[in-house]
């Protein structure tokens, strides 16, 4: 258990539709990094958000967005889905920016 | 967009044989960390090399860091099915933690 919980483990959906996933770090971690992976894919950095503030942003579609909450929280939306958005979303947390990741086990979304 | 490039994208072994990994990277890191994902499972950490380090031992993992080169390598020694999952580096070269598309290693008991 690496102490990230993100919810929800699956999701169905239809296209056009609009998402919402969470994430939980682990106790005392700053930094929340969200990545796509679609099947069999590598990780697609998203975007990092650290102590509240995004730090840094990666191949983010105008169509999510993020935030983190004060208690360090955070979500990701998707909206208007289309179905390559249909992926495996990680949420990973660390002390530090570019420290060791803990990663949730993910919120497999399926657009149909 | 994405920063190690690990090589080769898949290989299979059988048991008790070693298993190197590659990853190459393009400007200059602070650390580079290697992962392992277990199919549709979160990824968990297996080792953190800092730029000013050469080679670090974890159990069976050995990895190095070449620089000059901007390459590291991940070797598994005497592997096990157990070790079957896939590999990914992960490099801070943006100040921010990217990884590479990953090797899938196959253990043959």
């Known amino acids: 258990d690496s102490g990230v919980t993100q919810t929800p483990k699956h999701l169905i959906t239809a296209t056009g539709q609009r998402v919402t996933l969470r994430c939980s770090p682990r106790?005392?971690?700053?930094?929340v990094y969200w990545y796509q992976q679609s099947l069999d894919q590598g990780l697609q950095f998203l975007i990092q958000y650290y102590n509240g503030e995004e730090r840094a942003k990666g191949n983010i579609l105008e169509r999510f967005s993020a935030q983190q909450f004060p208690d360090l929280h955070s979500e990701l939306n998707l909206s208007s889905l289309e179905l390559g958005d249909s992926a495996l979303y990680f949420c990973?947390?660390?002390?530090?920016?570019?420290?060791?990741?803990?990663f949730g086990e993910g919120s497999r979304l399926t657009v149909l | 967009s994405q920063q190690g490039e690990e090589d080769p994208q898949a290989l299979s072994i059988q048991e008790g044989e070693n298993a190197t990994m590659n990853c190459s990277y393009k400007?200059?890191?602070?650390?580079l960390q290697w992962y392992r994902q277990n199919s549709g499972r979160g990824l968990v950490h297996l080792i953190l090399?800092?730029?000013?380090?050469r080679e670090k031992h974890s159990g069976r993992l050995r990895v190095t860091l070449d620089t000059s080169k901007k390459s590291s390598s991940l070797l598994i020694t005497a592997s096990r099915a157990a070790d079957t999952a896939s590999y990914f580096c992960?490099?801070?070269?943006?100040?921010?933690?990217?990884f590479g598309a990953g090797t899938r290693l196959t253990v043959k008991p």
């Open positions: 090399i800092r730029s000013n380090e």
């Open positions: 992960a490099t801070d070269e943006n100040n921010d933690m990217r």
């Open positions: 106790s005392g971690d700053l930094s």
């Open positions: 990973a947390s660390s002390i530090h920016s570019t420290g060791e990741l803990f």
């Open positions: 400007t200059s890191i602070n650390n």
